[in-house]
Nanobody
Framework: QVQLVESGGGLVQAGDSLRLSCAAS????????MAWFRQGPRNDREFVSG????????EYAESVKGRFTVSRDNAKRTLYLQLNSLKPEDTGVYYC?????????????????WGQGTQVTVSS
């Protein structure tokens, strides 16, 4: 079992930065690929970024490449997402997810554990 709790969301202006965190319980954090998904007010939940078990491989959605950076600290059992140069279209609820894959899947179905989400709102 893995329990995930996100934090760090908030209301910011376009161009600002935020750092999201996802704290995991349990001793198996390092045995899971981790990812961030987001769901906007009119969109389905979409993949944002992911990182492999060791942190050696990362994936990003095209819309956030060059602006967002995913990282993890297995000793602290924490996943991070640095969001820079935020845009209004980045607004949404950001969820972290854990999955058993050795890769970094982009499909929701590959992730069995989810947090409750943290709201990010970017005003123009």
């Amino acid at each position: 079992q893995v329990q995930l709790v996100e934090s760090g969301g908030g209301l910011v202006q376009a161009g600002d930065s935020l750092r999201l965190s996802c704290a995991a319980s349990g001793r198996t954090f390092s045995s899971h690929a981790m990812a961030w998904f987001r769901q906007g007010p009119r969109n389905d939940r979409e993949f944002v970024s992911g990182i492999s078990r060791s942190g050696s491989w990362t994936e990003y959605a095209e819309s956030v490449k060059g602006r967002f950076t995913v990282s993890r600290d297995n000793a602290k059992r924490t996943l991070y997402l640095q969001l820079n140069s935020l845009k209004p279209e980045d607004t949404g609820v950001y969820y972290c997810a854990a999955g058993a894959s050795y890769l970094v899947p982009k499909s929701e179905s590959e992730y069995g554990y989810w947090g409750q989400g943290t709201q990010v709102t970017v005003s123009s």
